[in-house]
């Protein structure tokens, strides 16, 4: 009866493991599989933080389309969460044992994916940095080497945000500051460009300032708090729009729309609707699309062997509603 | 002790074993990158830190328990361990501090188990909690980075060709082995999963005994925490989130029942190291991090199926 058992056990566990193999197998075949140089064409990876926001997701699209005109196989990969460093980590590892031609990086921590970097010169990889600066110091320290950096000003577009509440508003009136994920190069630059943007104008007070981790829930949960305990809010400036979108979402369940100003970043499509719709005051545009491109394109270039600038930047500008 | 008793006593991990073996087949057969050295030692190094969550894990759970804090103490004995090492005192003064922290909440949560009578789930549910806020208002919410060559070499040199974090990993496994097979710490564990009654009318210390599992769990995590922070050079008041989701999968996977009383350390390997195979060979098959996630789902749920299936029958 025992042996019996093992028997089933085991071939539990062989069927098992061969649902698994059958899976793997299948999604190979159904992506073509991922054949080095599929007709000498050159394999670029990019890894984005997550593919769970509308930004990363325009990025993907701008690098695609500069693919299939590049004639580029690309491979777009991201961890499935934000925060989570150490999985785009092994996501770069395993990209690196396929010996992909360049690798294009939105590195989810600015000083903690250097090691990675690091990797990936080993093997004789260009790496691209993209959206999310890394931190200097601790390049150079490490002797890692990147090729450029594509991406937006993030302080200068929290500082456009800044003047334009510092426009907006002629009498005294109380800001509040929806922060990324601290410790985040992006997150801090923005918060710092809108503290300096803001500056010149004396009417303008920034009554409290808190990290709601650029996610969408934590934004509406910080914001209810900040309604509660600040009755005379009249405006809002969150370091990314998924932030500010949660934040509306609190303002409108508080039925104070009308009376307190969001500005958001990165100008999703979600935010657009809103600005348009006059419930939301502006957000600063980053295209991501065309960092996507840039981001493509440059691999290109950096692959032929042709020297590229150090810093690639992206046009900023700040969405408001047509008219105001 | 013949073949045939041999089999019985391990067909449980060979049924795991045989699961990995079938993947790493598929792999092999569908890139070309999977089969190679460089990247079968890359994966090795990439489950380390989750092999050594499981440890603790797997001793809990076969005291029919569950340490949900894990991810969160890894966070705090990383962030107390990397201040400490950046006030430039001796690396083995920083590991012991951060040890010291994973231990002590480990026993906290022990404690409230036993002294407190509250639920496993329930406590660690609190400490996980706890110990994710202590971190962020320890750090104020930001990295602590850069770290000596010295403590960085505990992620970064290799023995031989084995990366450092694999051989932590194995001798974790070895000593533990040992001490859940061979020692009385081991059996009383085994007995108070099976029934706690019993075990605690014979005589046994249950409460000390289910107090030390929980504060070995502390432990095994607080070492993960070494490996991640010199790995990253940066100890995150943030990592380790759902760590304990992906430790308790390659438990379960490994054969121990959430029941408790039942579960060996080489089944918890070889269920992180099929996961870790998973997440490896599905990134060199450029599958989508939304696919892979369904597939890992359903790995789990096929393995507890069958596991549940022999059960029945056996009855």
């Known amino acids: ?324 | 002790m013949n073949w045939k008793t041999w089999l019985i006593h391990h067909g449980r991990q060979l049924g795991t074993l045989a699961g990995l073996l079938a993947l790493g087949l598929a792999l092999t057969l569908s890139s070309p990158y999977f089969l190679t050295v460089s990247n079968l030692l890359t994966v090795l190094e990439q489950v380390s830190i989750n092999a050594i969550v499981a440890v603790g894990m797997t001793v809990v759970i076969i005291t029919a328990g569950i340490d949900l804090s894990v991810g969160s103490i890894l966070a705090l004995s990383g962030v107390v361990m990397a201040t400490v090492l950046q006030q430039q005192l001796p690396v083995p003064i920083a590991l012991l501090v951060g040890l010291g922290v994973g231990v002590a909440c480990g026993m906290v949560n022990g404690l409230l188990i036993t002294l407190g009578r509250l639920p496993p789930f329930i406590a660690t549910l609190g400490m996980m909690s706890v110990a994710r806020g202590g971190a962020l208002l320890f750090t104020e919410g930001r990295p602590v980075s850069g770290f000596s060559d010295g403590f960085r070499a505990l992620a970064g040199s290799q023995v031989w060709v084995i990366p450092m974090p694999t051989v932590i990993m194995l001798g974790v496994y070895v000593l533990a082995h040992f001490l859940l097979t061979r020692t009385r710490f081991g059996l009383y564990a085994y007995a108070m999963g099976g029934n706690e009654q019993a075990t605690h009318l014979s005589g046994i210390n249950v409460r000390l005994n289910k107090t030390l599992v929980y504060g070995l769990s502390g432990l095994t995590s607080a070492i993960a925490a070494v490996i991640l922070t010199a790995r990253l050079n940066s100890a995150q008041p943030t990592a380790g989130m759902t760590y304990e989701l992906d430790a308790i999968a390659a438990t379960v996977i490994g054969g121990a029942s959430l029941m408790g009383g039942q579960g060996t350390l080489v089944g918890t390997l070889i269920g992180a190291l099929l996961m870790g195979v998973l997440r490896n060979g599905l990134n060199l098959l450029e599958v989508s991090s939304f696919l892979q996630q369904v597939i890992i789902g359903g790995v789990i749920i096929v393995a507890v199926l069958v596991d549940m299936a022999l059960k029945t029958d056996k009855k």
């Open chain 1, 1 to 324: 009866m025992k042996t019996q058992n093992l028997t089933r056990c085991s071939l539990g566990y062989a069927a098992a493991g061969t649902l698994a193999a059958g899976l793997i197998l299948t999604s190979g075949c159904h992506r073509g599989g991922p054949d080095a140089d599929r007709d000498g064409q050159p394999r670029v990876a990019l890894v984005v933080k997550t593919l769970n926001s509308p930004f990363f997701l325009d990025m993907r699209r701008g690098a695609e389309s500069a693919a299939r005109e590049l004639g580029v196989n690309l491979i777009v990969q991201a961890a499935e969460r934000e925060l989570d460093v150490e999985r785009q980590m092994q996501i770069v590892e395993n990209l690196i044992q396929t010996r992909v031609d360049a690798l294009c990086l939105t590195p989810s921590g600015s000083k903690e994916l250097v090691p990675v970097v690091r990797k990936a010169n080993r093997a004789g990889i260009p790496v691209l940095i993209v959206d999310t600066r890394l931190d200097e110091a601790t390049v150079r320290n490490d002797g890692a080497h990147t090729a450029c950096f594509i991406g937006s000003d993030n302080y200068e577009g929290g500082r456009i945000a800044g003047t334009h509440f510092g426009t907006l508003f002629t009498n005294q009136a109380d800001l509040v500051v929806l922060e990324g994920i601290p410790g985040h190069e992006t997150a801090d630059s923005r918060v710092r460009g809108f503290r300096d943007g803001i500056r010149p104008f004396p009417h303008l007070r920034i009554v409290a300032s808190q990290p709601a981790n650029a996610e969408r829930d934590q934004g509406f949960n910080v914001m209810q708090n900040m309604l509660q305990a600040q009755r005379g809010i009249r405006g809002v400036f969150a370091g990314n729009d998924m932030m500010a979108l949660g934040a509306l979402e609190a303002i409108r369940a508080a039925g104070r729309t009308d009376q307190i100003r969001v500005v958001g970043f990165d100008a999703v499509d979600e935010a657009r609707r809103e600005i348009a719709a006059g419930t939301m005051e502006a957000s600063v545009a980053q295209n991501p699309e065309g960092m996507g491109r840039l981001a493509v394109e440059t691999a290109v270039k950096v692959l032929r062997g042709e020297t590229v600038p150090e810093y690639i930047p992206v046009a900023i500008e700040l969405i408001t509603r047509p008219g105001s």
